[in-house]
């Protein structure tokens, strides 16, 4: 598993020689894409160039508007520093850090665009049954952006596409939890599904499905829906809508971060990978729900004002893609 660095680079920062070495190393892999720009000299040394590297790093790779000069362990800038390394990779720069001779020269090249530096991020299913684990492998990937921008290692899908049966069920079961909190999160026609509750309370759970499943499919023989997680499987396919489960989530993740990870997806979400993005980690059902247009936009070209940034590190030779 890779070290990364064990204390701060940069100005008023610690400076150890090997971590100055590696955020040296990391920053010659970028500057080689600005042709305006000279290469560090790898000697561990802080100084002006490597504090104005970190500095305009930050500025046009990272988003930061008052960039400081400083990267932390684990902190934005060596997050998207190592935005698409993976362990292997990150162990092999790590590696070439003892070497008598300089890091291998960078080069350009449109090979290997593969998130590679998410392969090692998890996003697992908890509460969705086989056949409504469907969301695409794109919409897949934007999750594991936003784990990495905000340093967490795993995200749990807790929704997915619904059914008629599966709406109801589910709305049945958290009005029953508390039907006052309930009211408005679905809209008006939700309202009015919740309301077959409040007025047949004395019937069977069953018998209540029913009636609301009848209520669900009336509004969608008029095109109109209670939730956008009901919705066809060939409907789902072209808008994957999703829901992550906070609590879920907090549970299995390394460095959870409920800030960062919101702050993630709406970055993505001003990016266009992300269609819309709801907090919704303060209401009832307590997640985050996104909606993603599978393959809207690539996910693999390098754009400086965007957080992907990708790199590969392959056969001891450094590819920028």
């Not at 940069?10 to 971590?19: E, L, T, Y």
């Not at 669900?216 to 939730?227: D, H």
């Not at 996910?299 to 030779?317: A, C, D, G, H, T």
């Amino acid at each position: 598993m890779p070290k990364g660095i064990m204390r701060s680079v940069g100005k008023g920062a610690v400076n150890q020689h090997r971590d100055v070495k590696l955020i040296q190393i990391y920053l010659n892999l970028f500057i080689t894409l600005d042709t305006k720009r000279v290469k560090l000299t790898v000697d561990g040394k802080i100084g002006r160039n490597t504090i104005s590297a970190i500095e305009h790093f930050q500025k046009n790779s990272a988003g930061m508007n008052f960039p400081d000069g400083r990267v932390d362990p684990n902190g934005k800038t060596f997050r998207y520093l190592t935005l698409y390394l993976d362990e292997a990779e990150q162990n092999k720069i790590e590696a070439s850090l003892n070497e008598p001779s300089s890091p291998p020269k960078a080069i350009a090249s449109k090979d290997g665009r593969i998130l590679a530096g998410l392969s090692n991020l998890v996003v697992t299913y908890n509460g969705v049954v086989a056949s409504r684990q469907i969301v695409s492998d794109y919409s897949l990937n934007v999750i594991r952006l936003a784990l990495k921008e905000s340093g967490m290692n795993k995200a749990v899908i807790t929704s997915t596409l619904r059914t008629p049966e599966d709406q109801a069920t589910i709305m049945l079961r958290n009005a029953k939890i508390n039907l006052g909190r309930k009211y408005s999160l679905y809209g008006a026609r939700g309202d009015a599904v919740l309301k077959i509750y409040e007025n047949n309370k004395s019937k069977k759970d069953s018998e209540i499905v029913e009636l609301m499943v009848k209520k669900i499919e009336e509004y969608a023989k008029e095109g109109k829906r209670v939730s956008k997680h009901c919705v066809s499987i060939e409907d789902y396919k072209s808008l994957n809508v999703i829901d992550i489960g906070y609590n879920s989530t907090k549970s299995v993740c390394k460095n959870f971060s409920e800030s960062k990870f919101s702050n993630a997806l709406k970055s993505l979400e001003s990016e266009g990978y992300i269609e819309k993005y709801i907090d919704e980690t303060k209401k009832s059902n307590s997640c985050w729900h996104i909606e993603i247009k599978p393959n809207k936009k690539s996910v693999f070209w390098y754009n400086k004002k965007s957080i992907l940034f990708p790199v590969r590190f392959i056969n001891s030779e450094h590819i920028l893609c």
